[in-house]
């Protein structure tokens, strides 16, 4: 895991939201290289850059303004060239039928948004290493769910 | 038995009128008969009579004749030679007649010529005689011996006119005789179908009688009914109106006519005129509906706008079918009621429901949007309050560490209310999908929900076997989670909490607690637990949001999750019950219609 | 028209190996999954191209002796799950035997090299292979637990939860309905 930094990029219109997500990667262990994005629009745009530097992790609010997450997911499932990121929703509260539709619609992880520091390392933590786990055990990536 | 069927038929009266004329037939040919009789007997009684005269005249010629010749012989005047004359050629004229009357009969016939032969013989020995006086006195011998053979032809035909006379006598006593046999049964006959036409005639007078009565009783029902009918119509506010479908003549009730805000039958009942009272935009559906219903000989209940005479709106319902009289014709009957206050209020209850609705739907998004926009800035304090803690807890004196865990309980609380809220109005969304789930997933869901719990607890579940069942699954879930956490959150503290879970089919009628007009059957689902329970009394006061009966400091806890319970059960149609003893435990029932 | 496949990763690595070492005119000999000998010396260009070209297929030349040994561990456990006469044997035996070393050590290896613990490798195969037969074949829960020698469907689920937060039922139902919706495009 050491080789490579992993690269995060997180979409989300809460600047707070923001700072707390990069100052828990910057707390982890783990080497990892984060970039924010305020919204839907700005996200989409970078990706859709073609040399743009593909994420391993993409972590998606859903309230965002201009796009919000659902249509972002929804355009990058759409891109093959995006196959390869791990899609996680990175919410506040959902009812369970939206959880299942997010996942329905493609996305591979959904995080609840914990209320306190400590979980959220913990949860990002286990996000990134269960990805990269998947990542090196050549496991199939369509069946990668999973719920924090 | 027969005769009183006979008596009570229609054909009755038919077949005594029929009888009757058969029976004035009868007796016309019977007294025809005897009329002609009757005739024929004077008739021959007049023929007789001719006979018998034409006869004697006949003698009394021949005697004349004889007078003369005696005269002649006497005197030898020729005066007395006219007589004698005059008389032959009446003889001849005379006998003539007799022959012709008595052509008819053979017996006659041969004394006919009998009696010809002696008229012959005595003319010639007249007029022999005559010759003979002419020349010779009376004394001659020759002349008396003619004169005697002449009185004895005389005599024999006197003879035979008697026996002529006789015959005839006779012939008509016979005809008489049988004319009278036949005529004697003639007043029988008549006097006997006479009675029996009286008889007749006096039965069908009964009976004919008997059913003016009864036409007049009825007539007399039908008028009250009629009546009856009208006033029905004024206090029914309804009119009713009859088609003849052969002879397209319609009939408007009066108070048909009283709808339209006019005078009973002040205009002519026709379809047109009706159509000019419908409101403009309803008219061609009216049109093509009556077309239909002439078609159909039905019409279900079809309702339209008119403009009464004093211009006002109103609102008819018109229903018709086809009825068939006894006469065989086909009239369509219709009844039209002024529905308008029904319309209205309809129509106005609609519109208070559609307010109603948006008014929920108001309130419901409001309070998802407000729990769900609430949770944001909470999650925030919370979050940077544990930093906080993280960072800077070493930094903190005593009473900032204090007011932190304060602050962390006062947050931690207000988020499981909102959390809660925010369950409670994901239950009243108004989009609801049933799906067919299977009840034993979604209890399995419901414990892994509440494992980790479970596990500290050392709780035991057992559960029967649930059915598949139309519900909406994740609100299913919710209830059982919320029920199993219940019981887990109000357990003994030195018990380990045991649920039990119980489903049975059940009957609504055979349930207690069931209201009685509801659907039939229902699954019973019931949790047990041994926890700490609660007084009977509070049964139907736990499920009322925000009401609990613990303060916060004994249990944790919103009021909120029974009352999700019981939305949950009610979106499903269905009923929760509670019920508990201080102590040993409770009992929640659910019923679930199938 | 649409068609299911099912992928055979190791048929698919070893041809598409065999491909390469053809193509670099590489005299070779297969010794064992993952491990070939190759019969001459390779100039260190080639040998770059051939690991660049390998890569691309996400196929890596392991150099490090630790990592092949993991490599072996992850490989013995991928097999001994899919086995279905390994599935009652006790693991930590298996390993030890198959790959001669004591349990204790390959464990301490494999946390070392990938931050992780051979317990939970297992779990995460285990479950990936749950998964696997949720998705492809027709199989209850109750033959998916069994197959896998769980001593219930509830142990499978709370295992199956645990590691992804979503119930196996759950997974299922999302796996269907994103099913309907590829077929309806």
């Given at each position: 895991?050491?080789?490579?930094?992993?690269?995060?990029?997180?979409?989300?219109?809460?600047?707070?939201?923001?700072?707390?997500?990069?100052?828990?990667?910057?707390?982890?262990?783990?080497?990892?290289?984060?970039?924010?994005?305020?919204?839907?629009?700005?996200?989409?745009?970078?990706?859709?850059?073609?040399?743009?530097?593909?994420?391993?992790?993409?972590?998606?609010?859903?309230?965002?303004?201009?796009?919000?997450?659902?249509?972002?997911?929804?355009?990058?499932?759409?891109?093959?060239?995006?196959?390869?990121?791990?899609?996680?929703?990175?919410?506040?509260?959902?009812?369970e039928e939206h959880i299942e539709e997010t996942f329905v619609q493609g996305a591979n992880i959904y995080i609840k948004k914990p209320s306190d520091f400590t979980t959220l390392k913990k949860v990002l933590s286990d996000v990134v290493t269960i990805n990269w786990q998947y990542h090196t055990s050549g496991l199939n990536r369509d069946n990668f769910l999973l719920r924090l | 038995m027969?005769?009183?069927?006979?008596?009570?038929?229609?054909?009755?009266?038919?077949?005594?009128?029929?009888?009757?004329?058969?029976?004035?037939?009868?007796?016309?040919?019977?007294?025809?008969?005897?009329?002609?009789?009757?005739?024929?007997?004077?008739?021959?009684?007049?023929?007789?009579?001719?006979?018998?005269?034409?006869?004697?005249?006949?003698?009394?010629?021949?005697?004349?004749?004889?007078?003369?010749?005696?005269?002649?012989?006497?005197?030898?005047?020729?005066?007395?030679?006219?007589?004698?004359?005059?008389?032959?050629?009446?003889?001849?004229?005379?006998?003539?007649?007799?022959?012709?009357?008595?052509?008819?009969?053979?017996?006659?016939?041969?004394?006919?010529?009998?009696?010809?032969?002696?008229?012959?013989?005595?003319?010639?020995?007249?007029?022999?005689?005559?010759?003979?006086?002419?020349?010779?006195?009376?004394?001659?011998?020759?002349?008396?011996?003619?004169?005697?053979?002449?009185?004895?032809?005389?005599?024999?035909?006197?003879?035979?006119?008697?026996?002529?006379?006789?015959?005839?006598?006779?012939?008509?006593?016979?005809?008489?005789?049988?004319?009278?046999?036949?005529?004697?049964?003639?007043?029988?006959?008549?006097?006997?179908?006479?009675?029996?036409?009286?008889?007749?005639?006096?039965?069908?007078?009964?009976?004919?009688?008997?059913?003016?009565d009864k036409l007049k009783m009825s007539n007399n029902s039908l008028a009250v009914m009629n009546e009856s009918n009208n006033l029905a119509e004024i206090v029914g506010n309804f009119g009713s109106w009859q088609l003849n479908v052969d002879s397209k003549e319609y009939t408007f009730s009066d108070n048909s006519y009283r709808l339209l805000g006019f005078q009973p039958q002040s205009?002519?009942?026709?379809?047109?005129?009706?159509?000019?009272?419908?409101?403009?935009?309803?008219?061609?559906?009216?049109?093509?509906?009556?077309?239909?219903?002439?078609?159909?000989?039905?019409?279900?209940?079809?309702?339209?706008?008119?403009?009464?005479?004093?211009?006002?709106?109103?609102?008819?319902?018109?229903?018709?079918?086809?009825?068939?009289?006894?006469?065989?014709?086909?009239?369509?009957?219709?009844?039209?009621?002024?529905?308008?206050?029904?319309?209205?209020?309809?129509?106005?209850?609609?519109?208070?429901?559609?307010?109603?609705?948006?008014?929920?739907?108001?309130?419901?998004?409001?309070?998802?949007?407000?729990?769900?926009?609430?949770?944001?800035?909470?999650?925030?304090?919370?979050?940077?309050?544990?930093?906080?803690?993280?960072?800077?807890?070493?930094?903190?004196?005593?009473?900032?560490?204090?007011?932190?865990?304060?602050?962390?309980?006062?947050?931690?609380?207000?988020?499981?209310?909102?959390?809660?809220?925010?369950?409670?109005?994901?239950?009243?969304?108004?989009?609801?999908?049933?799906?067919?789930?299977?009840?034993?997933?979604?209890?399995?869901?419901?414990?892994?929900?509440?494992?980790?719990?479970?596990?500290?607890?050392?709780?035991?579940?057992?559960?029967?076997?649930?059915?598949?069942?139309?519900?909406?699954?994740?609100?299913?879930?919710?209830?059982?989670?919320?029920?199993?956490?219940?019981?887990?959150?109000?357990?003994?503290?030195?018990?380990?909490?045991?649920?039990?879970?119980?489903?049975?089919?059940?009957?609504?009628?055979?349930?207690?607690?069931?209201?009685?007009?509801?659907?039939?059957?229902?699954?019973?689902?019931?949790?047990?637990?041994?926890?700490?329970?609660?007084?009977?009394?509070?049964?139907?006061?736990?499920?009322?949001?925000?009401?609990?009966?613990?303060?916060?400091?004994?249990?944790?806890?919103?009021?909120?999750?029974?009352?999700?319970?019981?939305?949950?059960?009610?979106?499903?149609?269905?009923?929760?019950?509670?019920?508990?003893?201080?102590?040993?435990?409770?009992?929640?029932?659910?019923?679930?219609?199938? | 028209?649409?068609?299911?496949?099912?992928?055979?990763?190791?048929?698919?690595?070893?041809?598409?190996?065999?491909?390469?070492?053809?193509?670099?005119?590489?005299?070779?000999?297969?010794?064992?999954?993952?491990?070939?000998?190759?019969?001459?010396?390779?100039?260190?260009?080639?040998?770059?191209?051939?690991?660049?070209?390998?890569?691309?297929?996400?196929?890596?030349?392991?150099?490090?002796?630790?990592?092949?040994?993991?490599?072996?561990?992850?490989?013995?456990?991928?097999?001994?799950?899919?086995?279905?006469?390994?599935?009652?044997?006790?693991?930590?035996?298996?390993?030890?035997?198959?790959?001669?070393?004591?349990?204790?050590?390959?464990?301490?290896?494999?946390?070392?090299?990938?931050?992780?613990?051979?317990?939970?490798?297992?779990?995460?195969?285990?479950?990936?292979?749950?998964?696997?037969?949720?998705?492809?074949?027709?199989?209850?829960?109750?033959?998916?637990?069994?197959?896998?020698?769980?001593?219930?469907?509830?142990?499978?689920?709370?295992?199956?939860?645990?590691?992804?937060?979503?119930?196996?039922?759950?997974?299922?139902?999302?796996?269907?309905?994103?099913?309907?919706?590829?077929?309806?495009?």
């Amino acid at each position: 895991m050491d080789k490579d930094y992993i690269h995060i990029i997180l979409a989300d219109d809460d600047e707070d939201d923001r700072m707390l997500f990069t100052d828990a990667f910057g707390e982890l262990r783990i080497n990892t290289k984060v970039n924010t994005f305020n919204d839907g629009v700005e996200l989409m745009d970078y990706l859709n850059t073609p040399d743009a530097i593909l994420p391993n992790v993409l972590f998606l609010d859903l309230n965002m303004p201009k796009k919000n997450g659902i249509e972002c997911l929804y355009e990058i499932k759409q891109n093959s060239r995006f196959n390869d990121i791990a899609i996680a929703i990175f919410s506040t509260s959902s009812s369970e039928e939206h959880i299942e539709e997010t996942f329905v619609q493609g996305a591979n992880i959904y995080i609840k948004k914990p209320s306190d520091f400590t979980t959220l390392k913990k949860v990002l933590s286990d996000v990134v290493t269960i990805n990269w786990q998947y990542h090196t055990s050549g496991l199939n990536r369509d069946n990668f769910l999973l719920r924090l | 038995m027969k005769i009183k069927r006979i008596y009570k038929s229609t054909m009755f009266l038919k077949s005594i009128f029929v009888v009757s004329i058969f029976a004035i037939f009868f007796i016309s040919a019977v007294t025809y008969k005897h009329i002609n009789i009757l005739n024929n007997s004077s008739k021959w009684v007049n023929h007789s009579y001719d006979v018998n005269l034409e006869l004697e005249r006949l003698f009394s010629y021949l005697k004349d004749s004889e007078t003369g010749q005696r005269g002649f012989l006497i005197t030898k005047d020729s005066s007395f030679l006219k007589p004698y004359i005059e008389s032959k050629e009446k003889i001849i004229k005379s006998f003539a007649l007799v022959k012709v009357y008595t052509k008819s009969n053979p017996d006659q016939e041969q004394n006919i010529r009998k009696l010809e032969f002696y008229l012959s013989k005595k003319q010639n020995y007249l007029s022999a005689s005559m010759q003979l006086a002419h020349t010779k006195p009376v004394t001659d011998h020759a002349l008396k011996e003619k004169l005697v053979i002449g009185k004895i032809t005389m005599d024999s035909i006197r003879i035979q006119i008697n026996e002529m006379i006789l015959l005839e006598k006779n012939l008509l006593k016979n005809r008489e005789i049988s004319y009278t046999d036949t005529i004697k049964v003639t007043p029988v006959f008549v006097y006997i179908t006479l009675l029996i036409t009286l008889v007749l005639i006096s039965i069908s007078y009964v009976r004919i009688s008997k059913d003016l009565d009864k036409l007049k009783m009825s007539n007399n029902s039908l008028a009250v009914m009629n009546e009856s009918n009208n006033l029905a119509e004024i206090v029914g506010n309804f009119g009713s109106w009859q088609l003849n479908v052969d002879s397209k003549e319609y009939t408007f009730s009066d108070n048909s006519y009283r709808l339209l805000g006019f005078q009973p039958q002040s205009f002519f009942a026709s379809q047109e005129n009706f159509l000019n009272h419908i409101h403009t935009e309803d008219r061609s559906s009216f049109s093509t509906a009556n077309e239909q219903m002439l078609l159909d000989g039905y019409l279900a209940p079809f309702t339209y706008r008119i403009i009464r005479e004093d211009k006002k709106v109103r609102y008819f319902r018109t229903t018709a079918r086809i009825v068939t009289n006894k006469s065989g014709d086909e009239i369509l009957i219709g009844t039209t009621s002024d529905v308008t206050d029904e319309v209205l209020v309809s129509l106005s209850l609609e519109q208070q429901n559609l307010e109603l609705e948006a008014s929920n739907k108001e309130l419901s998004a409001f309070n998802y949007v407000a729990s769900h926009d609430l949770q944001e800035p909470l999650r925030k304090i919370q979050t940077f309050v544990s930093r906080l803690s993280d960072k800077e807890y070493n930094n903190l004196s005593q009473s900032g560490k204090e007011f932190m865990g304060r602050i962390n309980n006062s947050v931690e609380r207000m988020r499981i209310l909102i959390d809660d809220l925010l369950q409670y109005s994901r239950t009243t969304k108004i989009e609801k999908v049933f799906e067919e789930s299977d009840l034993n997933e979604l209890l399995e869901n419901a414990k892994s929900d509440t494992q980790q719990t479970i596990d500290e607890k050392k709780a035991i579940i057992q559960s029967e076997k649930l059915p598949q069942m139309m519900v909406i699954p994740f609100q299913i879930q919710q209830l059982f989670a919320n029920l199993i956490g219940n019981s887990l959150k109000y357990s003994k503290d030195s018990v380990a909490p045991q649920i039990k879970i119980t489903c049975s089919k059940v009957i609504a009628e055979e349930e207690d607690q069931v209201p009685k007009n509801t659907k039939e059957k229902f699954y019973k689902i019931t949790f047990i637990d041994n926890g700490i329970g609660f007084e009977q009394e509070y049964a139907e006061k736990i499920f009322i949001l925000f009401n609990r009966l613990h303060n916060k400091n004994e249990y944790a806890g919103t009021g909120i999750g029974l009352a999700i319970c019981k939305k949950i059960v009610e979106n499903h149609k269905g009923f929760i019950f509670a019920a508990a003893k201080p102590d040993v435990g409770a009992t929640f029932t659910i019923y679930l219609p199938e | 028209m649409k068609i299911y496949v099912k992928f055979d990763f190791n048929s698919v690595c070893r041809k598409v190996l065999e491909e390469k070492l053809i193509k670099y005119n590489v005299k070779y000999r297969v010794l064992g999954f993952g491990e070939i000998d190759i019969l001459e010396k390779i100039d260190s260009a080639v040998l770059k191209s051939f690991t660049e070209e390998l890569k691309e297929y996400g196929i890596d030349i392991i150099e490090n002796q630790k990592t092949v040994l993991v490599q072996k561990i992850k490989d013995t456990i991928v097999e001994m799950i899919h086995n279905s006469d390994l599935v009652n044997v006790k693991s930590s035996v298996y390993l030890a035997e198959k790959l001669s070393h004591s349990y204790g050590y390959l464990s301490n290896l494999f946390s070392d090299v990938t931050y992780t613990s051979i317990e939970n490798y297992i779990i995460m195969q285990k479950i990936e292979f749950a998964k696997q037969l949720i998705v492809s074949t027709d199989l209850s829960l109750t033959e998916i637990a069994f197959q896998l020698n769980y001593s219930s469907v509830a142990h499978l689920s709370t295992q199956f939860k645990n590691a992804t937060g979503i119930t196996p039922s759950g997974f299922q139902r999302i796996i269907t309905k994103r099913r309907e919706i590829a077929n309806k495009k």
